[in-house]
């Protein structure tokens, strides 16, 4: 999109972008304008690809009443962009609009304006304007303690005690121990108690998540947004982009190539299984590997920290790699000793009453959603990339599951796509168009969204995992 330059100023005055070559305004910070991103829901997706989804032929499932829950989920009363992205998937959709009606609006531990302060503190730690501004506007609703939204200074010593939890589990949830969550427990007439300190928990882990699926997916705000001097390319990853995909394979070849790999490993897997120390051996290699997955695309200058800084504490802890190099590591978490299934699942239902249902809900329905298609192919078992893309997010939390072959992670994930995935889960703030458009040339908008989905539940599961361990330790 063009900037629109002062008619009355000096041509000299703006400089002019060496990768578009339009004119743009200088990088004083004094000079900043008000621009949409797009005109539609994604920069990254386009918007005809939107509109197709939301035709009444795509919700063959309560369609009306589904709509009806997706306003009143809004702050705004109406289908936001987050809703309309992820209605590419509207069985997920569903699950998903559930689950947060009930964490947000229904009954539970906490008053109503809690559960919106602490959907603020979680997406001010991923810069998440677009939730933070949704859930300021909720809290304006509510009307009370309004005081608070001038920053974490205002709010009561009850909430600021859930920052430590908050940093923590947002960045390096493997570092939450049982006196964590006994600090909070027990301190005097501002201690949480257990079910109120379990939905703080799912809110946090929630909404560190939904930043994730936010900034993955390009979804732009909702009203005009104060963006600094850039050039819109920088935005977007405009001409590099382009000398990428010129550059790399054929779409068509890609696609031949991960079905092939697909076909042998299913191959390998029927004629001999790989020892419990070859399974063991391959997901520290993978987990070591993962330290080299990044990127130069970061420009931390892109999204500027200010407007939710009055939200966050300590705001120099950020995520560091699990599996660090040179340093003794925190011991690998095996998903057979504290999984959801069997102990977080029960936890969670017993404290905070139906939510377990409904988590484990969007859980499977994000990691069974298929459509049985690839690209262009059509009656293909995804299962085992969708699965890929699970276990990697947890490989990187340092979460190991014994009956999983993580050779399959090397496999079927090529190194831009592993870059996206660390990127999207790990500093959500720093994804840009570019790293979303290097992978998967040849595959639909709704295939990355489902992506998204699967990272964004892998994330979510994770922090609960470790969070709800540590509960647990702390309760026997």
Same mark, same amino acid.
């Given at each position: 999109?063009?900037?629109?330059?002062?008619?009355?100023?000096?041509?000299?005055?703006?400089?002019?972008?060496?990768?578009?070559?339009?004119?743009?305004?200088?990088?004083?910070?004094?000079?900043?304008?008000?621009?949409?991103?797009?005109?539609?829901?994604?920069?990254?997706?386009? /918007?005809?690809?939107?509109?197709?989804?939301?035709?009444?032929?795509?919700?063959?499932?309560?369609? $009306? %009443?589904?709509? +009806? #829950? &997706?306003?009143?989920?809004?702050?705004?009363?109406?289908?936001?962009?987050?809703?309309?992205?992820?209605?590419?998937?509207?069985?997920?959709?569903?699950?998903?609009?559930?689950?947060?009606?009930?964490?947000?609006?229904?009954?539970?531990?906490?008053?109503?304006?809690?559960?919106?302060?602490?959907?603020?503190?979680?997406?001010?730690?991923?810069?998440?304007?677009?939730?933070?501004?949704?859930?300021?506007?909720?809290?304006?609703?509510?009307?009370?303690?309004?005081?608070?939204?001038?920053?974490?200074?205002?709010?009561?010593?009850?909430?600021?005690?859930?920052?430590?939890?908050?940093?923590?589990?947002?960045?390096?949830?493997?570092?939450?121990?049982?006196?964590?969550? /006994?600090?909070?427990?027990?301190?005097?007439?501002?201690?949480?108690?257990?079910?109120?300190?379990? $939905? %703080?928990?799912? +809110? #946090? &882990?929630?909404?560190?998540?939904?930043?994730?699926?936010?900034?993955?997916?390009?979804?732009?705000?909702?009203?005009?947004?104060?963006?600094?001097?850039?050039?819109?390319?920088?935005?977007?990853?405009?001409?590099?982009?382009?000398?990428?995909?010129?550059?790399?394979?054929?779409?068509?070849?890609?696609?031949?190539?991960?079905?092939?790999?697909?076909?042998?490993?299913?191959?390998?897997?029927?004629?001999?299984?790989?020892?419990?120390?070859?399974?063991?051996?391959?997901?520290?290699?993978?987990?070591?590997?993962?330290?080299?997955?990044?990127?130069?695309?970061?420009?931390?200058?892109?999204?500027?920290?200010?407007?939710?800084?009055?939200?966050?504490?300590?705001?120099?802890?950020?995520?560091?790699?699990?599996?660090?190099?040179?340093?003794?590591?925190?011991?690998?978490?095996? %998903?057979?000793?504290?999984?959801?299934?069997?102990?977080?699942?029960?936890?969670?239902?017993?404290?905070?009453?139906?939510?377990?249902?409904?988590?484990?809900?969007?859980?499977?329905?994000?990691?069974?959603?298929?459509?049985?298609?690839?690209?262009?192919?059509?009656?293909?078992?995804?299962?085992?990339?969708?699965?890929?893309?699970?276990?990697?997010?947890?490989?990187?939390?340092?979460?190991?599951?014994?009956?999983?072959?993580?050779?399959?992670?090397?496999?079927?994930?090529?190194?831009?796509?592993?870059?996206?995935?660390?990127?999207?889960?790990?500093?959500?703030?720093?994804?840009?168009?570019?790293?979303?458009?290097?992978?998967?040339?040849?595959?639909?908008?709704?295939?990355?969204?489902?992506?998204?989905?699967?990272?964004?539940?892998?994330?979510?599961?994770?922090?609960?995992?470790?969070?709800?361990? %540590?509960?647990?330790?702390?309760?026997?």
């Amino acid at each position: 999109m063009n900037v629109n330059a002062d008619p009355h100023a000096s041509p000299s005055t703006y400089p002019i972008c060496s990768v578009c070559q339009k004119m743009i305004f200088d990088k004083e910070p004094s000079r900043s304008i008000h621009r949409l991103y797009s005109t539609g829901p994604s920069s990254f997706i386009p /918007e005809e690809e939107i509109v197709e989804a939301w035709s009444l032929d795509m919700w063959v499932v309560e369609p $009306h %009443a589904e709509l +009806l #829950l &997706a306003e009143l989920c809004s702050p705004t009363g109406r289908l936001d962009h987050l809703t309309q992205v992820m209605g590419l998937h509207p069985h997920y959709l569903q699950a998903f609009l559930r689950c947060q009606f009930y964490l947000l609006r229904r009954d539970g531990p906490l008053p109503l304006h809690y559960r919106h302060y602490i959907a603020i503190m979680a997406a001010a730690r991923h810069q998440c304007w677009f939730l933070v501004l949704l859930h300021v506007q909720e809290f304006y609703r509510i009307g009370v303690c309004l005081e608070w939204l001038k920053g974490l200074q205002y709010a009561n010593e009850k909430l600021r005690n859930l920052n430590t939890l908050n940093k923590i589990l947002a960045h390096r949830p493997w570092l939450i121990t049982k006196e964590h969550i /006994e600090a909070l427990l027990k301190t005097g007439e501002n201690s949480w108690s257990l079910a109120e300190l379990v $939905h %703080a928990v799912v +809110l #946090l &882990a929630h909404f560190h998540a939904l930043a994730s699926f936010i900034f993955g997916s390009g979804i732009n705000p909702d009203t005009l947004t104060p963006v600094s001097s850039y050039c819109t390319c920088e935005l977007t990853g405009f001409g590099q982009l382009e000398q990428d995909i010129l550059l790399s394979k054929s779409p068509e070849s890609e696609l031949e190539s991960l079905l092939e790999r697909m076909r042998r490993l299913r191959e390998e897997k029927e004629e001999e299984e790989a020892s419990e120390e070859e399974m063991v051996i391959r997901f520290e290699k993978e987990k070591k590997e993962s330290l080299f997955v990044g990127s130069t695309d970061f420009d931390d200058q892109m999204i500027s920290p200010s407007r939710v800084s009055r939200f966050v504490e300590d705001a120099a802890f950020g995520y560091q790699d699990f599996a660090r190099r040179g340093e003794d590591n925190p011991p690998t978490f095996r %998903a057979q000793d504290y999984s959801w299934e069997d102990h977080g699942f029960s936890l969670v239902n017993r404290l905070y009453s139906d939510i377990g249902l409904l988590l484990d809900e969007k859980f499977r329905t994000a990691c069974d959603l298929t459509y049985y298609n690839m690209a262009s192919r059509e009656g293909v078992d995804t299962s085992m990339l969708r699965r890929a893309l699970f276990n990697y997010v947890h490989c990187m939390y340092g979460i190991r599951y014994d009956d999983y072959d993580y050779g399959e992670v090397n496999q079927l994930l090529e190194r831009n796509l592993k870059v996206y995935i660390k990127t999207v889960t790990c500093y959500p703030e720093r994804t840009t168009r570019r790293m979303y458009d290097r992978y998967w040339h040849q595959f639909r908008h709704s295939e990355k969204v489902h992506v998204n989905l699967l990272l964004m539940e892998a994330r979510m599961q994770a922090e609960l995992l470790y969070a709800l361990r %540590a509960i647990t330790q702390y309760m026997t």
